[in-house]
């Protein structure tokens, strides 16, 4: 007896459209498209917002399949956008605004991440430096590209540290708190988002730190750390970007405005286990007031909105103190086109 292949065909054909939805039952209408962000330092609790878009699946749902890498400092992180290795990369607006300048990198900042300038300079708990000025004549750590070292001359004006007066230890960045701890080094400069990481591993050496000063303490009332792309993808591909900025922002929301800081965290440990949930926590709840300034929870200013004359004074302070080629016009610095929200 020959059986009808009818019901196999039709239990095929189910089968194959079933095949064609994903489990969340959201069809997918293309297939999606690798995009790489490129972070301007190693994986913490400071980058919750990127790893929750990650893990809530709202990079897929904007049809991206986005990989997150470690950066080396923002220096290196520009290069490394402009050399075409990632779509979306972290820096700080300094490094931008230089190497737009002296080499006309051709990468732009399209959205503005820490409205103030989270740099600092930590120093162990028994150190003798109280005060700026008393780092002359000592021994700094600095990671090749770092943001810090390009706004040194900013500091020195700021702190009254004389010129050129430190000597800089270079080394990679995983290796500076270890550095501070065992006194190889006398200060390190790093955002005060780290501070109770590298507290922790300090007092785990039966040791601990202190921040000798935050940069912003002392005047530094600038433009940040932003997201950077190549000019190129700006004009070719716009679309893609939008659609990269509107998941991360829908992760800031829900990771830093709505404080969902534990989950975040829980993301970031899923990708990179190695990473202190102590420290990453004490960094996601310090950056989040970076980003969250009182300009944007006050409503003048949406999240990763640039405010043109606050980006003038941070250009024009950069390319004095760093004596750069030229003062960059605005256009080539940044956009605020390609922002899910814009006042």
Known sequence: MIRSVRPLR??????????????????????????TLILDFVPTGEYIPHYTALEKGWYRDEGLDVKILRGQGSADTVKRIAAGQGEVGIADISALIAARANTDVK??????????????I???????????KELEG???????????????PVFEKLSGLKPNSVTWVTMDAASMP?????????????????????RKIARQQNADI???????????????????????????????????????LKGADYAFRNRHFDEGVGSVLKHHPEVDADG???????????????EVTSGKAAVGQFEPARL????????????????VPLEELYTNDLLPEKK
């Open 10 to 35: 039709a239990l095929l054909a189910v089968l194959l459209v079933a095949s064609a939805w994903p489990a969340s039952g959201v069809a997918q209408s293309k297939p999606l498209r690798p995009y």
């Open 107 to 120: 990468v732009k900042a399209i959205a503005l991440w820490y409205r103030r300038p989270p740099h600092g």
């Open 122 to 132: 930590f120093v162990r708990a028994d150190s003798p430096i109280k005060t700026p």
């Open 138 to 152: 000592k021994k700094l750590a600095i990671s090749p590209g770092n943001s810090h070292q390009i706004l040194w």
């Open 178 to 198: 270890p550095a501070l701890i065992k006194g190889t080094t006398d200060a390190v400069p790093f955002f005060v988002v780290h501070e109770a990481r590298i």
């Open 210 to 248: 202190r921040v000798l000063t935050a940069w912003a303490d002392l005047g530094l009332d600038l433009s940040s750390t932003s997201l950077v792309a190549r000019d190129d993808t700006i004009a070719r591909d716009p679309d893609g970007l939008k659609a990269f900025l509107r998941a991360t």
């Open 280 to 294: 990453a926590l004490g960094a996601a709840q310090v950056a989040a007031r970076f980003v969250y300034a009182e």
């Open 312 to 327: 003038e004074k941070t250009r024009d302070l950069y390319t004095q103190v760093l004596e750069l080629k030229r003062k």
